[in-house]
């Protein structure tokens, strides 16, 4: 077998694992397209788990009265969960890259969702400790959830593409092998959106050390060096972020950094790409006060 064979064979077996990984992706896409978002919001956690929460309402409410006001505002809720009881959540193949998707079951094992369990809330939805186990071995993880928690808002309401996309970034080898960014370890569509973090060596975040007297000018410069090279590895990739905040980065005791959350991502940019994004004001990039869009959108303050 000459090298020019075997070329050609690398080549063909590297089309088929690329074909393999879209084939997975737009498999989930569709099915996303099919079922909607209601599979996912009329679960009853949304009701037991957002309502421990009083602060996500608008007004201070008692825990009754908060389910008295849901009653009058949406007495069908109770009615659409029994609708989408034993809703059929499977999508084949399961397979994206190397992360394989798990049931609700085996994710409620890696966390319980309860709140001492919880981080912090997240652009989609709230971050927990978690436990892998392989075999005899067990090391830590981090769980990010996309939530429907009542009372919600309906212009907040997670997209489902966003989980697509973070899937796709997360799997994609031309751009997830920076050091700097987490690592996929399972994703979750049953009853239920979660990604689960292989996160090996640290739990904490960037947001809890970034006002302490311990925390100078050295450390500040590591961890932008590092975040700028992150950005210029994916943008070199083809690969936009939004939003990156000192609350979507887990550190260690070295500075070592490793970001978990972006307020937008897209694989699939170039300079006359336009991303849609949610403006806010001092915290986005430059860039995106064109409309409502906008080109590579990333930025961070220290």
Excluded at 37 to 57: A, T, V
Excluded at 164 to 180: G, K, S
Aim: net charge negative; charged share 25%.
């Amino acid at each position: 077998m000459n090298y020019s064979t075997t070329a050609v064979m690398a080549t063909d077996v590297g089309m088929r694992n690329e074909e393999k990984k879209s084939v997975s992706i737009e498999a989930i896409r569709k099915k996303f397209s099919e079922w909607g978002c209601w599979p996912y919001q009329y679960q009853m956690y949304n009701l037991h788990e957002g309502f421990r929460d009083i602060s996500r309402l608008p007004y201070p409410l008692s825990m009754s009265s908060s389910r008295e006001v849901l009653m009058d505002d949406d007495d069908g809720f109770y009615e659409e969960c029994k609708r989408y009881q034993g809703f059929d959540f499977s999508i084949e193949p399961t397979m994206v890259g190397e992360a394989k998707h798990c049931s609700y079951s085996e994710l409620d094992k890696m966390t319980n969702f309860k709140n001492p369990a919880e981080i912090q809330k997240t652009f989609t939805g709230r971050l927990f400790h978690g436990i892998i186990v392989e075999g005899s071995v067990t090391r830590p993880a981090i769980v990010k959830t996309w939530d429907y928690l009542l009372p919600m808002k309906p212009w907040n309401a997670p997209r489902l593409d966003k989980f697509c996309d973070e899937i796709e970034l997360l799997t994609d080898e031309r751009a997830n092998t920076h050091p700097n960014l987490v690592k996929l370890y399972r994703y979750c569509f049953d009853t239920r959106l979660a990604v689960v973090y292989d996160a090996k060596f640290t739990s904490v975040l960037l947001s809890d050390v970034l006002l302490s007297d311990d925390f100078g000018w050295n450390d500040r410069m590591k961890v932008a060096t590092q975040l700028a090279d992150l950005f210029s590895w994916l943008h070199d990739k083809g690969t936009a972020v939004g939003c990156v905040t000192a609350s979507c980065i887990m550190i260690d005791e070295e500075v070592n950094i490793k970001v978990f959350d972006f307020g937008y991502v897209s694989n699939h940019v170039n300079e006359d790409t336009n991303i849609p994004v949610k403006v806010r004001v001092g915290s986005d990039a430059p860039e995106i006060w064109k409309g409502m869009f906008a080109l590579t959108s990333d930025n961070f303050m220290l």
